[in-house]
């Protein structure tokens, strides 16, 4: 088994309020792992301290074996193996579709422009937005544009990919495109990590799921251990409400 | 009436709305360079930097454009006599520090208003400071900054009359002169004020184009 993300004693605190307290956990290569749990429960914190977009109160965060919070380790280096997708897609507005994918890979990895592109238009074929390559975000629904964040990230040629609550601000009609994307991303084994409501996907796509509450990883296992035969109490009580 | 005003009264009224005009482009263009670098060092990363930028343009803010010129040109050369000036110098320097203030606030201003999202998702790509802000914040707050940065420089253009107080003849202080020697203040500030609108306006027009073209 090849470790991609290890998480030690993982806590973090906004100003008194304890919001992780103690997360121990293990990504996998070619894992996909699906974080459930209630609002408030700390699982967007914890995506977001795996690539220290919330700064780490205690405990380790190792990426690919770069240990996040040591001062030493270059976080941008650490970053570009580490792909996003935002619940508000955060595509860049001032853009066209192309130059979402194409600006961070040229500026950022130094890649050749011309392969950059080639790349970027094979990304936009596999999310299905050939068509859309030199259109502004703002012409897209929400669907398309989170099928652009996830190209845009894919394009830096990530080892892990993180998903932040990726369908929550979308319509109803365009979830099913958005997770189609994402089921082919875990069909071709890439290493996901997916902070979800969406059970029906952490069920179908998940090799293991992990339930968190109140800062706690409460239990984890596969989706059938945690679907159909949860251990604890809060964990049926969560599903209970929304299965 | 009008026939009386000839051109030995227009031609230093031209004049001084020339040296207006150059005032308003030097003192707009180094105090938008001085707004962008504090607009940035009052969201800086570091705190010092963000504490030293608040105070000039707390500091700046807090005093009348006039007492900030009286204080460069007779005050500055008592403390440090190698900061003596003419008067033209003195007259950019003062407006371009106080244009510096109050466009590092609508620098400050339109960076805040972009979303944090899209600062996170650039430095999630793995991209620094420099990068975020050149690709990413800046293009962005640009389009939120240039709509009140030219209402600014409009109102400058009506600050800059005050640089008459050190002696610096620009359009205001050519109309007093004119008045003086042709004994009429009513006609002499008419063309004077004529002139003003003349300066001002296009940049109101300017900034009404520009807000279409962002729509």
Redesign the interface.
């Known amino acids: 088994m090849n470790p991609v993300i290890i998480v030690e004693g993982l806590r973090k605190n906004f100003g008194k309020l304890e919001v992780l307290r103690g997360i121990d956990c293990t990504v996998h290569l070619n894992e996909v792992v699906c974080v459930i749990g209630p609002s408030g429960s700390g699982k967007s914190t914890f995506l977001r301290c795996l690539n220290l977009l919330e700064s780490i109160t205690a405990g380790t965060v190792v990426i690919n074996g770069h240990r996040l919070n040591e001062s030493k380790t270059n976080l941008n280096q650490v970053r570009q193996d580490v792909g996003m997708v935002f619940q508000q897609f955060n595509v860049f507005p001032h853009m066209k579709v192309i130059d979402n994918l194409t600006l961070a890979p040229i500026k950022v990895a130094k890649q050749q422009p011309a392969q950059v592109r080639t790349r970027a238009h094979a990304l936009l074929e596999k999310v299905g937005l050939t068509d859309k390559t030199d259109v502004y975000p703002s012409k897209l629904s929400g669907g398309q544009q989170q099928r652009v964040a996830i190209a845009r990230a894919l394009a830096m040629q990530p080892k892990v990919m993180l998903f932040d609550e990726p369908t929550s601000s979308l319509d109803p009609e365009t979830v099913g495109e958005v997770l189609g994307v994402m089921k082919d991303l875990a069909q071709e084994h890439m290493t996901m990590v997916v902070v979800t409501h969406e059970m029906g996907f952490a069920r179908e796509v998940a090799d293991r799921v992990l339930f968190m509450d109140q800062g706690l990883i409460v239990e984890e296992g596969t989706p059938e251990q945690i679907f159909d035969h949860p251990q604890h109490e809060r964990t049926r009580a969560f599903l209970s409400k929304v299965l | 009436m009008f026939s009386d005003f000839g051109m030995e009264n227009l031609r230093p009224l031209l004049e001084g709305a020339k040296l207006t005009l150059y005032l308003v482009a030097m003192s707009g263009l180094f105090g938008s360079v001085i707004g962008l670098a504090f607009g940035l060092a009052r969201v800086a990363p570091f705190a010092p930097i963000r504490w030293l930028a608040a105070l000039y343009v707390n500091l700046v803010r807090g005093q009348p454009v006039l007492i900030l010129l009286l204080f460069l040109y007779f005050a500055m050369p008592l403390m440090v006599p190698s900061a003596t000036f003419d008067r033209g110098p003195t007259a950019i320097v003062g407006l371009s520090v106080y244009a510096g203030a109050y466009i590092a606030e609508i620098v400050r201003g339109a960076i805040e208003a972009v979303?944090r999202?899209?600062a996170?998702?650039?430095?999630?790509?793995?991209?620094?400071y420099l990068?975020r802000y050149r690709?990413?914040v800046l293009?962005?707050a640009m389009?939120g900054a240039v709509p009140p940065a030219i209402g600014f420089l409009i109102s400058l253009v009506k600050a800059s009359s005050l640089v008459s107080v050190i002696g610096y003849v620009e359009l205001t202080k050519a109309g007093r002169i004119v008045s003086t020697l042709n004994q009429e203040p009513l006609l002499t500030f008419l063309v004077v004020a004529a002139l003003y609108f003349v300066l001002s306006y296009p940049i109101a027009l300017f900034g009404r184009w520009y807000e279409r073209r962002l729509v």
């Open positions: 979303p999202g899209q996170e998702a650039a430095s999630a790509l793995g991209m620094g990068l690709y990413i293009p962005q389009k």
